[in-house]
């Protein structure tokens, strides 16, 4: 091989090894911060030097501060000055992309949702959806962070997600097929634009943000209209060719015969859906319309017959976990379910169905765990999509396109 073609090799190793040590300095701070540069060498086991200069880019970048109390030093030298996160000057665009409405959001850099927008969508084409979004987002960021730059739009949605080209491939309950999100997004905001599939999203969020063994390996299970899942383990989300993995959705359940669009009875997704349930209620005079916020806000009353409708679907969904943890035998199992966050026994109907059917999990207590994010788990969704992204490289692409801009 000729020096000429060996030298972008070793300029491009250089700089991937300049963005993982930059990457592990800003997580070091995610976690700890405020810390000082001494602790963060230690904690990365970087040299002084290298902290120094990272922390000195990321400063420059907004994504870090020097707090103007020191700590005193013991001995000689001079006192340790330490760094946060600065959440003051950077704010992230989210979006969610559920069946019967669009969560919009802001985020700052610790994944805390500073505000969320719910915008009902039935019957809106994708463009128009996504032009609408975009117009709810540059509201939030006049009404909310005016002083603030906005890094880019995380977008996180079911159904098939490609995360390389940005394109929703296949979502069958929004009836969208190959629909560009990535390049539309980015044409009517301006912005930096992210999209995957919201399990995927959230697996990301719980490894920056929530659970700590999330970060040796997870699967999140996530139940709502759409039923999917998604796996990491060390650094690696798993996505699959075209990101297609953690499809769920056509699991087989146990004594189910509701019909599935796919042609066969007893599929996951078919069976456990809010809107099945919404649907039975409705049809069995629970509630006066097939309405799932209605009949959750029912059973969290206490309604026995909404309670046991809960609790029976919990069990199922348990099928699901106990499979999946037999299967893939991560640390933590994480369940993302408005039923488990509202109603204190479906959780436990989950990890007694996990007990009494997984061979590999020795202690459901600790591994079926609820999400992290309850109540703005769609919001955080969408905005973990861009912080990856951003925690994964934060001398990459991302900033180094707002430098350019300002």
Known sequence: MTPGADG??????????????????????????????????????????????????????????????????????RPHVPVDLDTGRHVVGALHLAVH???????????????????????????????RAAEILDD???GHAPDREPLGLGVATGGWVDRESGTVVEHPLLGWRN??????????????????????????????FGHPRARDSVVQLFAGNVVDAAFATGDTVHHGPRSAAGAVAHLPVDNSTEPCRCGRTGCLEATVSEGTLARKAAESGLIARPDFPDLLT?????????????????????QAAALLLDVLNPDVLVVVDQSVARLPGCLPAIRDEVRTRSRGCADPEETVVATSF??????????????????????????TRLSHAS
């Open 8 to 77: 972008p090799q070793r300029t491009d190793a250089r700089g991937a090894r300049r963005s993982a040590s930059a990457s592990a300095v800003l997580r070091a701070v995610l976690d700890a911060g405020p810390i000082a540069r001494s602790t963060i060498a230690r904690r990365t086991r970087l040299s002084a030097a290298a902290v120094t200069g990272h922390t000195a880019d990321l400063a420059r970048l907004g994504l870090l501060r020097e707090l103007s109390g020191a700590e005193p030093r013991r001995g000689v030298g």
């Open 101 to 131: 409405h669009a969560t919009v959001a802001l985020l700052d850099l610790r994944g805390n949702v500073l505000v969320q927008h719910e915008e009902p969508h039935d019957g809106l084409a994708a463009e128009d959806l996504l032009a």
């Open 140 to 142: 939030l960021l006049l």
């Open 179 to 208: 629909v560009p999100v990535r390049d539309l997004l980015t044409e009517s905001t301006g912005l930096a634009v992210e999209v995957d599939g919201h399990a995927r999203a959230l697996v990301h969020a719980e490894r920056l």
């Open 298 to 318: 029912l059973a969290a009353s206490g309604e026995s017959a909404a309670v046991r409708v809960f609790h029976d679907r919990a069990r199922l969904i348990g």
């Open 374 to 399: 309850p109540g703005t788990e769609l919001a955080t969704a969408g905005g973990a999509v861009l912080l990856d992204v951003l925690y994964e490289d934060p001398l990459g692409p991302l900033l």
